[in-house]
């Protein structure tokens, strides 16, 4: 996407850039929360919530 040459507008990289932190994000949620200790869940699960809700809020922004 950043090196092509094809005419890609802006809005459409940022949302894929977005959406890809997005998932890493929810990935690394689920491995941590199955690998943690019980004691820290809930604050991973908040933690990583903001974030994932919060790239979902940037992503449907661009996209309207």
Same mark, same amino acid.
């Given at each position: 996407?950043?090196?092509? +040459?094809? $005419? %890609? #507008? *802006?809005?459409? %990289?940022? =949302? #894929?850039?977005? $959406? #890809?932190? =997005?998932? $890493? $994000? @929810?990935? +690394?949620? !689920?491995? #941590? =929360?199955?690998?943690? *200790?019980?004691? %820290? ?8 919530? !903001?974030? !994932?809700?919060?790239? @979902?809020? %940037? ?6």
């Amino acid at each position: 996407l950043f090196q092509s +040459k094809l $005419n %890609i #507008a *802006d809005s459409v %990289i940022v =949302t #894929a850039v977005v $959406n #890809a932190a =997005t998932s $890493n $994000n @929810l990935l +690394k949620m !689920i491995y #941590a =929360t199955v690998l943690c *200790d019980s004691s %820290i869940r809930r604050l991973l699960f908040v933690g990583f919530s !903001i974030l !994932i809700v919060t790239g @979902l809020v %940037i992503s449907f922004g661009f996209l309207s």
